[in-house]
T-cell receptor, first 114, second 113 residues
Framework: SAVISQKPSRDICQRGTSLTIQCQVD?????MFWYRQQPGQSLTLIAT?????????ESGFVIDKFPISRPNLTFSTLTVSNMSPEDSSIYLC???????????FGDGTRLSIL | GDSVTQMEGPVTLSEEAFLTINCTYT??????LFWYVQYPGEGLQLLLK?????DKGSNKGFEATYRKETTSFHLEKGSVQVSDSAVYFC????????????FGKGTKLTVNP
């Protein structure tokens, strides 16, 4: 399966600031996704990152708060904007290498907001 | 909407014990079903999958069978090891996995020597 690298692996940030998380894959993939895992909770899809066009956001998530880019088939970024303590979570990138293929996940970014 | 209901944890077993983690789902159409595992401090790893009714997914001694009549996908292992200690997530997707994954709440398994 594809090798997925996420950076940073963890960070501690001040409230009101923004952080950009990178997801790099070692091969071209069809689909890229961003999920959030709040402390002790399950995973929730934030958005599907679309190559060359605006991301598709799930209910409850907006572009102004979580802008996403996907300039090519191997790279995507998620920005968490104007952070508050409620944004403290693990953010995970996942990819599917083709239609009807399972998703594989990166190791995640552990984000704490003070 | 689609949903996954997973056995609440935590589950604590002794090494070599039999494991069952129950998972049931609600979905329109015919989803694909997955078990993912999250080891401490790591991301999620795909453990096994099944894409149609009566399919059995298996990996590393774990098995799960897609039961359409009971809308279930229970995870089993005949003899657990300490290294199996992790959080296990049941999930579904409308396609083979290339669409949104809907996750259960996760079940934390601890295996004692």
């Amino acid at each position: 399966s594809a090798v997925i690298s996420q950076k940073p692996s963890r960070d501690i940030c001040q409230r009101g600031t923004s952080l950009t998380i990178q997801c790099q894959v070692d091969s071209q993939v069809t689909m890229m996704f961003w999920y959030r895992q709040q402390p002790g909770q399950s995973l929730t899809l934030i958005a599907t990152a679309n190559q060359g066009s605006e991301a598709t956001y799930e209910s409850g998530f907006v572009i102004d708060k979580f802008p996403i880019s996907r300039p090519n088939l191997t790279f995507s970024t998620l920005t968490v904007s104007n952070m508050s303590p409620e944004d403290s979570s693990i953010y995970l990138c996942s990819v599917a290498t083709g239609w009807d293929q399972p998703q594989h996940f990166g190791d995640g970014t552990r984000l704490s907001i003070l | 909407g689609d949903s996954v209901t997973q056995m609440e944890g935590p589950v604590t077993l002794s090494e070599e014990a039999f494991l069952t983690i129950n998972c049931t789902y609600t979905a329109t159409g015919y989803p694909s079903l997955f078990w993912y595992v999250q080891y401490p401090g790591e991301g999620l790893q795909l453990l096994l999958k099944a894409t149609k009714a009566d399919d059995k997914g298996s990996n590393k001694g774990f098995e799960a069978t897609y039961r359409k009549e009971t809308t279930s996908f229970h995870l089993e292992k005949g003899s657990v090891q300490v290294s199996d200690s992790a959080v296990y997530f049941c999930a579904l997707s409308a396609r083979g996995g290339s669409e949104k994954l809907v996750f259960g709440k996760g079940t934390k398994l601890t295996v004692n020597p």
